[in-house]
C-alpha cells in the first residue's frame, strides 16, 4: 500500500510561510505530479512527506499511520533527486545495493534484488561498470534503480530529469511511465516543467504561492482550468488572454465585446458579469487564419517555423502577448498583418477575480493535445 493523506500541511522558515494549509488525499499506485512556477512550495511540500524538512502544522499521514515525527527511513518512502548523487568509486551494482548493505541484508539476497531491479532498468550489462562510464540517462536510472530496490511504499521525484538534455528527458519520461505502470507503485513527482506533467500524471497538482490552485487529471486542467493561473501555466505556449466586456448572458452563454466585434462564448452565465471587463482565454493551438466565431488582426514579430508546426508571435497592445500554433506549410511572414481565428466553443471566459465560468464541454468527447511537439518550458 502506498495511500498518502495531508491534513492542512504548513511549513514556516521564521515568519515567512512556504505551505499554506495544504489537504490532499494521494491514492495507492497513483502517479501524482506537483508543479508550478519556481518559488510555489513543490520541492518543500515533497520533502516534507519525505521527511527531511519537519511540518509546522498539520499531519502527514501513510496508510493510516500519521508519520509527522517518524525519521525518513520510517516513512516507507524513497526518493530519487535533480543530482544523481552516486558513489563515484563503487560499481552500479554496489550504488543501487548500497540501502540494502545498510539494511544488513544477506548477499544471496542482495545479489538477488539487484539484479532483478536492474533487469528492470536494463542496466544489467552495466552492473560491473562505475558511473562515470554511464550516460547521463543511465545514472539517473542506477540512482532510481537505489530507490527501487527497497521496495518503498511511495516514490517520491525532485525534478529528476532537469540536468537531462532534451531528447533524454523525453526518453526518461518514457521510461518513468512504464516503470510506474510495471511497479504499480505510488510516484509523487515535481517539476517545474507542465508538458511533463502532462504526459505522465494521472493527477496534477498545481501549485501557487505555497497553496493549490487546481488538482485534476491532465485534461480536466486543460480544458477546464479554475482560474487565470493555472490557465496560464498549463499548455505550451501558454493561453492568449484577451480583455473583453460581457454585454449580456443567456442560456447560451455569455455575450462579450472586444472593441467592435461580439461573440456568446459557451459558459455557464451569471447576471453579475453584466458590463463587468473579464478576461477571454484562447489556446494558441485553437487559432486558425480562417473561419471560425471571432477573428483579430495581429501582426507577428516572430515567427518560429519547428517543421510540424508554425508559431507566430505577436501582441495586442503593452503587456498583452498573443501567440498562434499553426500548420508547419503556412507562408506566414514577420511585420505582416495575419488574421487570428478561432471558435466560441474553444475559448475561456474568467471574471474579475481571475475565477473561471464553468465551460459546457464534454470532457469524454475530447483528447489531448500533442503538446510534446512543442519547446518545452524551462
Partial sequence: MGQLYLNKVRKHFGHFEVIKGVTLDIKDGEFVVFVGPSGCGKSTLLRMIAGLDDTTDGDIVIDGEKVNALPPVKRGIAMVFQSYA????MSVFENIAFPLRVEKLDEARIKEKVEGVA???QLDQRLQQRPGLLSGGQRQRVAIGRAIVREPKIFLFDEPLSNLDAALRADMRIELTKLHRDLKATMIYVTHDQIEAMTMADR???????????????????????NVFVAGFIGNPKMNFVPVTATAVSDEGVTIRYEDKTMTVPVEGRADVVGKPLTLG??????????????LTVVPSVIERLGVTTIAYASLGPDQPFCAVLPGSVGLQAEQPMAACFKASDCHLFDEAGLALERKVDLASLELPAMTALPAAG
Avoid at 213 to 221: F, T
Fill in 86 to 89: 552516486l558513489y563515484p568509486h
Fill in 204 to 226: 496534477i497538482v498545481v501549485l501557487s504561492g505555497g497553496d493549490i490552485s487546481q488538482v485534476g487529471a491532465p485534461l480536466e486542467l486543460y480544458h477546464k482550468p479554475e
Fill in 119 to 121: 533487469k528492470i532498468l
Fill in 282 to 295: 484562447i489556446r494558441p493551438e485553437h487559432v486558425e487564419l480562417s473561419g471560425g466565431d471571432f477573428n
